[in-house]
Every structure is written in structure tokens, then in C-alpha cells.
């Protein structure tokens, strides 16, 4: 049999193999548009996250939290006791201007998504003395704050 006769026999079946490896490809472009349309909806409720809180805007705040939220700090030592707080101390934490940057205070220095997984997703928010964990869930078609853990960097 000549590479020719091999080529016609088989094309058949390599043509089978071409339209399937497409058809693959032209999924995976949808799922990887979602997925960065997603990282992208996410960022921004953590960029929002942070702007409401350096500028004391509770109403915004409360737009990003799910009325569960529950945040929980970590303090730098290691004896420290866990405190948490939930969505309304936060809203009100916010609006009193608790995190409004102290003269000479460093803005947050990145922010980071993590991991999304369906209709959840973790991003990583990092400031100059601190690091904060946002848990997110999409609830009815919107990203939002679900579980913040903050870290005091020692």
C-alpha cells in the first residue's frame, strides 16, 4: 500500500478526528470567555470592596456583602482571640470611616482571584500591614461577599 492509498483510506477518519479537535476548541472558547468575564465581575466587587471601605461608604459596602456575611479577623499574635463581625457591624464599621487611611498610609497593593469554581470564588486582597481572603457566591446573577477572613501581617 502506498502512503497515498494510506492517505484516502483513513481520511475518512482523520477527518472525523479534525471536525471533533474544532468542535472541542469552539467550546472551550465560550468557558474561557465566562471564566474571564467572571475574574473580571469578581475583581471588581473586590476593588469596590476596598474603595467603599477607604471611603467610609456604607451604602456601597452593602451592596457587595450577602446579608450573612461574616468577617473575621485574625490578629498578628498568635495568642490573639478570632473576632468577628457580622454584615451589619461591618456596613456600620464602613460608614463610620474605620477604614479610611491614616495619613501616610499605603493604598492596597493588589488584588488577586484566586480560584472560581462555578458559582463560587476566592480572591486575595493584599494592603501594606494586612491581607484580607474574600469568599464570594454569585447569588441570583451577582457576585458577592460572603465570608471575609483579614489577616494583621506580624
Known amino acids: ?19 471533533m479537535a474544532l468542535a472541542g476548541l469552539s467550546l472551550a472558547g465560550p468557558v474561557q470567555a465566562g471564566r474571564n468575564d467572571d475574574e473580571a465581575a469578581i475583581r471588581q466587587v473586590a476593588n469596590d470592596y476596598l474603595a467603599s471601605w477607604s471611603a467610609g461608604d456604607g451604602k456601597k459596602m452593602t451592596a457587595l456583602l450577602h ?3 461574616v468577617r473575621r479577623s485574625l490578629p498578628a499574635a498568635p495568642d490573639a482571640t478570632l473576632v ?48 484580607e481572603y474574600l469568599q464570594l457566591g454569585r ?16
Not at 101 to 125: H, Q, S
Open 84 to 131: 468577628d463581625i457580622n454584615a451589619g457591624a461591618l456596613v456600620a464599621a464602613t460608614a463610620a470611616g474605620d477604614g479610611k487611611p491614616v495619613a501616610g498610609e499605603k493604598p492596597p497593593l493588589a488584588v488577586n482571584v484566586l480560584d472560581v469554581y462555578g458559582n463560587a470564588a476566592v480572591a486575595k486582597v493584599t494592603g501594606s500591614q494586612w491581607v
Open 1 to 19: 500500500m502506498q502512503l497515498s492509498d494510506a492517505l484516502r483510506d483513513t481520511k475518512g477518519e482523520t477527518m472525523k478526528t479534525v471536525l
Open 67 to 69: 446579608p450573612k456575611v
Open 139 to 154: 447569588v441570583q446573577g451577582s457576585w458577592k461577599i460572603i465570608n471575609v477572613m483579614y489577616g494583621a501581617r506580624q
